[in-house]
Every structure is written in C-alpha cells, then in structure tokens.
C-alpha cells in the first residue's frame, strides 16, 4: 500500500522537478512573432514558414498567425504580441495606412518591428521595411508579355488584384509605364479578380465572350493567371499569352508546361529571411546595419529558366 502511495505522488513532484530544473539558470529565449496575410496563400505561407526557420534556427521562440487583410484583426494580434512580451515583429501588414497606428504602438511597447512585402506611408517607426520591387517586376513582365504579342500586337485584357492592397497599384502603374507605349499593343478589359483564382476564372470566361479577338492576358498575380489559364484551356482556345507575377511554384509550373507565359519573382524567402536575420542583429547590437527602406529586385522568369526556381526562391 505504501509503495503504491508513494508512487502516485511522486511522479507530479518529480515532473515539477524536472520543469524547475528545465528553466533554472534562465529565462525562456525571446520571442519572434510573425504576422502574415494568410496561411493558406502560397506566398504567404512561404515567407510565414521562411521566417519562422530562420528565428528558430538563431535560438527565438516563433508564434505565427494570420490578420487575413483585416486591420482590426492585426491590431488585436499585435497587442497579443505586446502582451506576450515579444522581442520583434516580422509584419507583411493588412494596409498601408491602415497599419501605421499598429506599428506605432508595438514600437512605443519597445518591440522591433520589419515590414515585409508591404511598406507603410510612414518612416521612422518600422526598423525597417523590406520591399520587393513591384514596379521593376511588373515592368520586367510587361516587357516579355510585348516581346510575345510581337510583331503584331493586339488586344489584352488586364486582371487587377486588390483595390486596397498598394502592391496591386504598383504592379499595374509597371505594367502600363510599358504597355502604353506600344500603338499595337490596346487593352480591351480590365476587371479585378481581388488575387482569386476563382474570380480571375469567371472574369476571363467573360472577357473571352466579349472579346473574341483578345491574343493576350496580364495578371497582376500568378494565382489570377493561373484563373485565366484555367478558363483559356476551358473555352478551347491556344495562343493567348498569359502573364502573371509572384514566382508561385504553380505558376512556374504552367511556365514549364506553356500554359503561362512569363511570372515575375517576387523573393518571398529571402526577404523574410533577411528580416529576420536583421531582426537578429537589431535585438544584439541596437542597429540593423541598413536603412529603412530596402528595395530587392524582382526576377523575370520564363521556360528558359523555370528550372531555376522553387517554392518563391531562385535556388541556382
């Protein structure tokens, strides 16, 4: 009876124990949280997952969580990280306005913040802002899209992604500071498809009824050019240039296959690692060694050198 006894209570103690001496001689490591979009968005998920790798390969405790383009979500999760007492912030934020109070108030709480993918309208808050060229990119695939509607020209039809998102006003100012300066070259259409894969498709099928002449396509994301892809390839038609941007392994896919054209890289992993790795040095040494704003350029890729290319990242 007693041995029974004794050993029912000495396993709690000993896991007490056990828990005391896990801790004992210092604190738990800091924690990096990491704030993104969307965990199902490819991109996304893969700038999420980049980050999070890194933080915990320099020893930080990572937390990962989606605002899903919502303002009032991101804000709650940013006093969520205040809360847990975070070290830094890696942001790819919900608006470029919309943000800059959130940002504001975990820098006065005295955690680090490193915008990826999206600036906001303000400097000197952020440590820094790492942004892949939009503009550079869109205009890299412009410059393909004409090379392919060549010599001829024609009619195109342009798929806008979302309204609020600057990114997607970035790209399509790129793509026209090439497009109209071709007289042969005259979009026909323009339709948001707010980065769905499904809306791009039922926009196209719509397009394509209207336009039965149009020879090209030119997405302001590749999950949208994989939409007109889809609907092209379902109303029987070949030879319509597709253009997209992101560098999606899908998308580099359908570059492989020819279903698509043209994409743009936009280097998911690398920005989140070197927010990270600068996150890092900032908690260290009180400077990230760089200026705010960093801009990285976007790669143009195309079947000549799909190969090159995984998971948002130029692997050689």
Not at 7 to 30: D, F, V, Y
Not at 120 to 138: E, L, M, S, V
Not at 247 to 268: F, H, Y
Request: aromatic residues 6%.
């Amino acid at each position: 009876m007693m041995r029974r006894y004794v050993a029912k209570i000495a396993w709690p103690a000993i896991s007490l124990l056990l828990l005391a001496g896990c801790h004992r001689g210092g604190k738990l490591p800091p924690m990096i949280v990491v704030l993104v979009p969307s965990q199902d968005n490819p991109f996304f998920k893969a700038e999420a997952d980049a980050a999070a790798l890194r933080a915990r390969s320099l020893g930080y405790r990572v937390r990962v969580d989606a605002h899903d383009d919502d303002a009032y979500r991101q804000d709650n999760l940013i006093d969520g990280a205040i809360a847990s007492g975070a070290a830094a912030i890696i942001l790819d934020n919900a608006g470029a306005d919309a943000s800059i109070a959130a940002v504001r108030r975990a820098t006065k709480a005295g955690i680090a913040c490193f915008l990826i993918d999206r600036a906001i309208d303000a400097d000197g808050i952020a440590k820094a802002q790492i942004i892949a060229d939009n503009h550079q990119g869109a205009q890299i695939v412009a410059e393909e899209f004409v090379r392919a509607l060549e010599p001829e020209g024609g009619e195109y039809a342009e798929l806008l992604g979302r309204e609020s998102d600057t990114n997607a006003q970035v790209r399509t100012t790129g793509f026209h500071s090439i497009l109209d300066q071709q007289p042969n070259v005259v979009r026909v259409a323009a339709q948001s498809a707010n980065w769905s894969q499904s809306e791009a498709f039922q926009k196209t099928e719509t397009i394509l009824q209207a336009y039965g002449n149009i020879r090209g396509i030119i997405a302001g994301n590749d999950t949208m050019a994989l939409g007109a892809a889809a609907a092209v390839k379902s109303a029987g038609k070949s030879g319509i240039i597709i253009a997209g941007f992101d560098g999606s392994p899908d998308a580099v896919a359908a570059i492989r296959n020819g279903r698509v054209r043209v994409t743009a890289l936009q280097p998911a992993v690398l920005i989140a690692r070197e927010a990270v790795d600068q996150a890092d040095r900032y908690l260290k040494t009180g400077s990230t060694g760089k200026p705010e704003r960093q801009i990285v350029l976007c790669d143009l890729v195309t079947a000549q050198d799909a190969d090159d290319y995984e998971n948002f990242e130029k692997i050689r």
